[in-house]
């Protein structure tokens, strides 16, 4: 059985920060890339940045500049430090990790439950 917990969302007002953790845990052989994604009400789900097992990152256009992604590989945990957050950026966040649960087995991606971020006044 695999989970990802995420945690850190919450609400902070328009120039904050917040940061989001993600851990795995569970029969785990190996990750690859992990991700955050974000959706809106009424919008779909949408990358906001990913990062591969070496530490090579990705992020939208939303989210560069503003945000860092990074991991710990022995806590099998990745990272999201959202600064300078504007109301748009108000969305349940989603952790996903492409992990393989045994040696020979594919690839498989897994979703965290979400933890909601606002940004308001």
């Known amino acids: 059985q695999v989970q990802l917990v995420e945690s850190g969302g919450g609400l902070v007002q328009p120039g904050g920060s917040l940061r989001l953790s993600c851990a795995a845990s569970g029969s785990i052989f190996s990750i690859n890339d992990m991700g955050w994604y974000r959706q809106a009400p009424g919008k779909e789900r949408e990358l906001v940045a990913s990062i591969t097992s070496d530490g090579s990152t990705n992020y939208s256009d939303s989210g560069k500049g503003r945000f860092n992604i990074s991991r710990d590989n022995a806590k099998r945990t990745v990272y999201l430090q959202m600064n300078s957050l504007k109301p748009e950026d108000t969305a349940v966040y989603y952790c996903?990790?492409?992990?393989?649960?045994?040696?020979?087995?594919?690839?498989?991606?897994?979703w965290g439950q979400g933890t909601q971020v606002t940004v308001s006044s």
């Open positions: 996903n990790a492409d992990l393989k649960v045994k040696m020979w087995a594919r690839p498989y991606g897994y």
